[in-house]
C-alpha cells in the first residue's frame, strides 16, 4: 500500500504541490505493475467473468475447480450489469454450449449462472435467446439423465420467461407447456415443485390487472394450461408429493380455478378430488382451502 501512494503522489502531482521536486539525476518513477494494482484493487469485473468462464471450460482440469470457477461466476452475474455483459463479452454461447459437458455438476453450474443472469434482467434475456439459450435449456429439462440438472434447467427457464413477453412467446413456441407436464408426470419432487410454481406465476401474470398489459401472458395462456389437461397431470401425483411440491400444487390449481375454463378442466377431472383428500390426509399441515372451496 505505502508503494501505491508514492506512487500515486509521484505521478499525480503538480510542480506545485506536495511531491519531491525531482533532481537531474533523479531516475523517472517506475511504473506500478499491473499485478500489484490487480491484488489491491482487484481485477475489473469483465477480466474474471473471462476467467471463470476459461476455467470452467477446461475439461482436463477437475470437475470441482470447474465448478467454483461457475459458483465465482453466478455470484458476479447477481450484478445487472455484469449479467448484461456476457453478451458484448462474448459468452453465452460458451456458456450455454456447457449445458452439455460431461459432467453434471457444470451442466448445472451453467444452467445456475444463466438463470440468474437472465431473471429481470431484458438485456441478459435478449442475448441468452440469440444465443439459442432457451431452447437449449428445454432440451436439458426434458431429456437429461441427471434430476438435479433438469430442476436447475426449469430454473433457468422460468427466470427467462417471466414477466418476458418474447421469452414467453418463444417457451410456448418450442413446446415449452408440454415440458412442464412432463416434468409434473415423470419428474422429482423438487422439480415438479418448480413446474407447479412456473405454472401458477405465469396464471397470476396474466390475471393481474396491476401488471402493465405488455407484460401479462393474455388469457389465451391459461387457457391452453387447462386444454393440456395440467389438472390431470397434477391429481396424479398429488398423493405422492412431499409437503413443499403439493403446497406449490394447490396453489396452481386454486389459481387455474380462477378462470373459466380452468374450473371446467378442474371440474371434469374425475381423480382430482380423491387425490386431494388423499393428499390431505398425508399433509393435514399443508394449508389447501382455497382449493377446496372451488372444487
Known amino acids: 500500500m ?19 521536486p525531482r533532481g537531474p539525476g533523479d531516475p523517472e518513477p517506475k511504473k506500478l505493475d499491473p499485478e500489484v494494482i490487480d491484488a489491491i484493487l482487484g481485477k475489473p469485473a469483465s477480466v474474471q467473468m473471462g476467467e471463470c468462464m476459461a476455467a470452467a471450460e477446461d475439461a482436463a482440469a477437475a470437475s470441482e475447480g ?20 456476457l453478451g458484448p463479452l462474448g459468452l453465452w454461447p460458451r456458456l450455454v454450449a456447457l449445458y452439455g459437458d460431461a459432467a453434471a455438476g457444470v451442466r448445472t453450474g451453467a444452467l445456475w449462472v444463466s438463470g440468474t443472469a437472465v431473471q429481470h434482467n431484458p438485456r441478459a434475456q435478449a442475448a441468452f435467446a440469440a444465443a439459442g439459450g432457451l431452447q437449449r435449456a428445454l432440451d436439458v ?49 423438487p422439480l415438479r415443485q418448480k413446474a407447479f410454481f412456473l405454472l401458477r406465476a405465469l396464471i397470476d401474470e396474466a390475471l393481474d390487472a396491476e401488471t402493465p398489459a405488455a407484460l401479462r401472458p393474455g388469457m389465451h ?21 412431499a409437503a413443499p411440491a403439493l403446497e406449490q400444487a394447490a396453489a396452481f390449481l386454486a389459481a387455474l380455478a380462477a378462470t373459466d375454463r380452468g374450473r371446467a378442466a378442474l371440474a371434469a377431472c374425475a381423480a382430482l378430488r380423491p387425490a ?13 382451502g382455497e382449493l377446496e372451496a372451488v372444487i
Not at 2 to 20: F, M, Q, V
Not at 66 to 85: F, H, K, S
Open 221 to 241: 395462456l391459461p387457457d391452453a394450461i387447462a386444454e393440456l389437461r395440467f389438472a390431470d397431470a397434477a391429481a396424479a401425483v398429488l398423493p405422492a408429493l
Open 276 to 288: 386431494l383428500a388423499a393428499a390431505k390426509a398425508q399433509h393435514p399441515e399443508v394449508e389447501m
Open 66 to 85: 470447474r465448478e467454483v470457477a461457475l459458483d465465482n461466476l453466478e455470484l458476479l452475474v447477481e450484478n445487472i450489469d455484469n449479467a448484461a455483459n
Open 2 to 20: 505505502e508503494s501505491l501512494l508514492k506512487w500515486a503522489i509521484l505521478n499525480g502531482a503538480t510542480a506545485g504541490e506536495d511531491a519531491p
Open 141 to 189: 429439462l426434458r431429456g437429461d439423465a441427471d434430476m438435479g440438472v433438469r430442476t436447475k434447467a426449469l430454473y433457468c427457464v422460468s427466470s427467462a420467461v417471466r414477466a418476458n413477453p418474447a421469452g414467453l412467446t418463444a417457451f410456448v413456441a418450442a413446446d415449452g407447456l408440454p415440458a412442464l407436464r412432463l416434468a409434473i408426470e415423470a419428474g422429482s419432487d
